[in-house]
């Protein structure tokens, strides 16, 4: 085809794309997916937001595959989505290893089927200046926050893509968009799993997927626990969310195959001035919101020395 031509045709293209998210943005009769027909699996869905989507999620008509490292939670949370009268399968998996990974997912496919809906939740997190990282928690955070992302997507996407039919929602973090100090690790860990989901769902794209949503959470913190003692220096601009909130953005992001989230929105601003004004400025803007010592208090859950 004439190179001309082409052009015009990918810029019509690019139009209608632009509109069609602009609606979707403004839409008053929002609508919910009904979920009767899939199959939800989430990893680390034994706490925080992972739980809580779990429970959102069966209460829309999934079935729940609840993945964690953590036995007696994980059992708990499906304890609970058994009283709501819905249907989940616990299985104990520590996504720090592959094998495991794929033994397991083999075993979920077995035992309950295809999964339509993939959540790649589990995260850890050290907490500490790079320096001090124990070399093994270094490692522990690239597998769970990044590695267990390409088995997952590896062992479960096939059969989405053979469907064409299917939604991975990447749990990753704003630390994958910004880079935080005293979360070196963590932030490399989420940039990893922010490059993977862009690269996925270029690649579900090239594939003419158009059935297979992805979406992508960046959120900042959230009170779960999991970053217990951080600090924001202007909590009505740049608050710690409360989980409920996130999961609520999250669930909202999901029905309307939203492929960024990033809460709170001051975010978005953020994001868009970070190519444009020079780093050292970038810097400035984050030691007065407090991004550069928000760290220094953190105390997390104390387990992962
Ligand atoms: N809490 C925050 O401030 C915050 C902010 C942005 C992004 N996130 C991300 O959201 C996700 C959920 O975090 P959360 O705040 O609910 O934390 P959380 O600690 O409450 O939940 C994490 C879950 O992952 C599980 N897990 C840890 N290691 C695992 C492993 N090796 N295998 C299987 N499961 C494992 C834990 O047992 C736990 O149930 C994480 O990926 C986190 O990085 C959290």
Not at 20 to 32: G, R, V, Y
Not at 51 to 73: C, S
Not at 223 to 240: A, D, E, Q, S, Y
């Amino acid at each position: 085809m004439h190179l001309l031509l082409e052009f015009l045709l990918s810029l019509m293209k690019i139009g209608w794309i632009c509109l069609l998210a602009f609606w979707k943005f403004f839409n008053p009769f929002k609508s919910k997916k009904n979920l009767e027909r899939d199959i939800v699996l989430i990893t680390g869905a034994g706490s925080g937001i992972g739980r809580l989507m779990a429970i959102r999620f069966a209460k829309l008509g999934a079935k729940l595959i609840l993945w964690d490292i953590n036995r007696e939670a994980n059992e708990a949370v499906a304890t609970e989505i058994r009283e709501l009268s819905k249907i989940a399968h616990p299985y104990v998996v520590d996504c720090s290893k592959r094998e495991e990974i794929y033994r397991v997912a083999e075993q979920v496919k077995r035992e309950v089927g295809e999964v339509t809906v993939l959540v790649n939740n589990a995260g850890v997190i050290s907490g500490k200046k790079f320096f001090d990282v124990a070399d093994k928690m270094a490692d522990l955070t690239l597998q769970v926050n990044t590695a267990a992302h390409f088995w997952t997507v590896k062992a479960f996407v096939p059969a989405m893509i053979a469907k064409n039919r299917g939604h991975i929602l990447t749990i990753a973090s704003s630390a994958g968009m910004f880079g935080v100090a005293g979360l070196m690790d963590y932030c490399a860990s989420k940039h990893g799993a922010v490059g993977l989901h862009e690269s996925l769902t270029s690649e579900l794209h090239t594939l003419g997927m158009d059935g297979v949503k992805t979406t992508l959470v960046c959120p900042y913190y959230i009170n779960t626990g999991m970053f217990n003692g951080v600090k924001t220096r202007l909590p009505r601009i740049l608050p710690i969310l409360k989980p409920e909130f996130a999961v609520n953005k999250i669930m909202e992001a999901f029905h309307s195959d939203q492929y960024l989230l990033m809460t709170p929105r001051i975010l978005y601003l953020f994001y868009l001035l970070q190519p444009i004004l020079p780093k050292y400025a970038m810097l400035e803007a984050g030691k007065f919101f407090g991004v550069d010592r928000s760290m220094d208090t953190f105390v997390g859950r104390q387990k992962n020395d």
